[in-house]
């Protein structure tokens, strides 16, 4: 068999109370917060097969004499501590070049987001910089964040394109993502995301036009022919950016080709973003800090994830996406870190932490929905997001007796990870560990 870990004091499932329920889905409502924990001073175990997969995981001395006869490529001795299931980040923007410091202090003097995009930098400033890197400079800088992020206990991880703009530039964005993916140890869900501004130069029309038929086109020629794998379809949905008839037409291109409608919509301005991606069936809209009483009530109906992205509000001072309404309304929420030039946040542990505190969510819920709720963002909720039989071993282990220190302890994930454990394999180990992180 491929792992064997033993002697936890915690398992956190995942799966609904009792342990079984809902796995293959995201969970909605009051389900988020109840979900099962198993707890023991004895030891738990969990087996992982050939394959990757969760074989079973239980009482450790049980699991211990079962398997006493087999042999492990690897075993992880987590006496004392708890396992959760990898997190899951559902947003991220981590192919680009040059960072955004100047802006960030201009930002801290009051300037907006919006005031700095208009005015050619933001997003075109990165296009700009994205340009002028090499394809080696960019595959190595994706790499060190891809690792950060495993590092911080991610072991899936959407990544979206989005600093070209043109056919050529897109395309070179995610040969580059695709590299990555068939090379790094993260599972990774490319998103072509050529619609994040309007190319400096072209009107909304023309920008619509060049993203519909030559970009789309593209996209799908290199994933028939299997050099790509894109998966997911995104765009800005903004006032000043693409408006909703605009958005609807690209993801409907998009969805023609087979991806999967996974979008920005209503951050800044409220729009009715959510209705629509609600209409065209989506997967996932993130952001979502405007959205209307009419967008929850929709998203909800039609099962769309709400991806929630706590660094966005706490950076930009927005007001925070009403996290309390979707979940009472019934609309699955998951998590992401966001992580672009403009919110420079790697970690899921701090984002959980943010959207506790500064969102309202319970522990529980933060869990849920960077595990099995990000999954189902990215049509993963089947294979992962929890510790069930079957799904893919992907564990953080957490060195500490309860498995909410990793929450609780903010800016403390370093010290608390003990392993990251991808398909069964332990992808990190950390070199400092000491016992005593509590
Ligand atoms: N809102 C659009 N895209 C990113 C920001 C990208 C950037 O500023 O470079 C986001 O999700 O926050
Ligand atoms: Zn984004």
Redesign the pocket.
């Known amino acids: 068999m491929r792992l064997l870990v033993h002697s936890a004091r915690q398992l956190a499932l995942v799966t609904g109370a009792g342990g079984a329920a809902a796995a293959a889905g995201p969970l909605v409502g009051p389900a988020m917060h109840a979900i099962a924990v198993l707890e023991s001073d004895a030891g738990l175990a969990l087996v992982a097969d050939e394959s990757g997969r969760i074989e079973e995981f239980g009482n450790n001395t049980e699991i211990m004499k079962k398997w006493q006869d087999t042999s492990f490529d690897e075993v992880v001795d987590a006496n004392g501590m708890c396992v959760i299931p990898g997190f899951i980040d559902a947003?991220t923007?981590p192919i680009?070049s040059g960072d955004?410091i100047n802006e960030f202090i201009m930002k801290l003097e009051g300037a907006t987001?919006m005031d700095i995009?208009k005015k050619g930098g933001?997003?075109y400033s990165?296009v700009r910089n994205t340009k002028n890197a090499s394809d080696e400079e960019l595959y190595v800088s994706l790499k060190s964040r891809l690792t950060r992020m495993m590092h911080a206990g991610t072991t899936v991880v959407e990544c979206k394109s989005?600093?070209g703009l043109d056919v050529n530039s897109e395309i070179r964005l995610l040969k580059i993502l695709q590299k990555a993916k068939e090379e790094h140890p993260l599972d990774i869900s490319i998103t072509f995301c050529g619609a994040?501004a309007i190319p400096e130069g072209m009107n909304s029309t023309e920008a619509v036009d060049a993203v519909v038929n030559d970009q789309i086109p593209a996209v799908k020629e290199m994933k028939q022919n299997g050099t790509l794998n894109v998966e997911n379809i995104d765009v800005?949905c903004?006032k000043g950016v693409f408006n909703v008839e605009e958005s609807r037409k690209i993801l409907t291109a998009g969805k023609n080709i087979g991806l999967r409608v996974n979008f920005?919509g209503d951050?800044l301005c409220a729009l009715g973003s959510a209705e629509m991606g609600a209409q065209l069936n989506a997967t996932a809209i993130?952001?979502l800090e405007e959205i209307s009483a009419e967008g929850i009530a929709a998203m909800a109906n039609s099962g769309v994830v709400a991806v929630i992205?706590p660094t966005?509000a706490f950076i930009m001072h927005l007001k925070p996406p009403p996290v309390r309404q979707l979940i009472s309304h019934g609309v699955p929420v998951a998590l992401g870190t966001?992580f672009?030039?403009?919110?420079y946040c790697l970690a899921m542990p701090l984002v959980m932490h943010l959207a506790c505190i500064h969102l309202g969510m319970t522990v529980n819920e933060a869990l849920v929905a960077s595990t099995l709720n990000a999954a189902a963002s990215l049509g993963r909720s089947a294979t992962n997001g929890s510790i069930q039989k079957g799904k893919w071993a992907d564990f953080v282990i957490v060195n500490a007796p309860r498995w909410e220190h990793i929450i609780y302890q903010y800016g403390a994930h370093s010290h608390l990870i003990y392993a990251v454990i991808k398909d069964g394999k332990v992808v990190y180990k950390n070199k400092e560990f000491s016992r005593s992180t509590v």
């Open positions: 947003h923007h680009w955004r987001y995009h933001g997003i990165t989005g600093y994040h800005f903004e920005h951050e993130s952001h992205l966005t966001d672009n030039p403009n919110a």
